[in-house]
C-alpha cells in the first residue's frame, strides 16, 4: 500500500536551530532517505521551494483567483513530500518518525487513493 508523507515546516523553528543544524538534519534526512530507497520501500521524495514562491488558485461562480503564495492560515507550510510503500498505516507512521522534520513541523501521513480504481469506475 502506497502512502504520501507530506512535510510541513515552520520556517520560525527552522530559523531558530543553532548554526548547522538545518544542514544536519537534513544530511540525515538524505541519508535515511537513500537507506529506504534502497530497500524499496520509498518510491519518491522532493523538496518543494519556499512557501512564498507558491501561487494557489480558487474558482468560484466562474471567476478564477491566483493569488500569491499558499492560503493557509498556519504558521506550518508543505515543505516536501516522501512516497513510500508500507503494508499499513501502522509501518507507514513508523517510517516517518524516522525522519527529522517533526521537530520543526509536521508530517502528515496519508494513504494514497488507488487512481486505477477511480479511472475505471468513472470510465475514463
Known sequence: ???????????????????GEFDRLMRECILHADE?????TLIDSQQLEHAPSA??????SERM?????????TKE???GFN????????????IASEFPWTRTG?????PVRDF???RARVCA
Open 106 to 110: 509536521s508530517i502528515e501521513v496519508r
Open 1 to 19: 500500500m502506497r502512502f504520501m508523507l507530506l512535510i510541513y515546516t515552520d520556517e520560525n523553528l527552522i530559523n531558530a536551530l543553532p548554526p
Open 116 to 118: 486505477g480504481a477511480v
Open 65 to 73: 483567483a491566483v493569488v500569491d503564495g499558499p492560503f493557509a492560515e
Open 36 to 40: 529506504l530507497r534502497a530497500a524499496g
Open 83 to 94: 512516497l513510500i510503500e508500507a503494508a499499513d498505516m501502522d509501518e507507514a507512521v513508523r
Open 55 to 60: 501561487r494557489s488558485l480558487r474558482q468560484r
Open 77 to 79: 507550510m508543505l515543505a
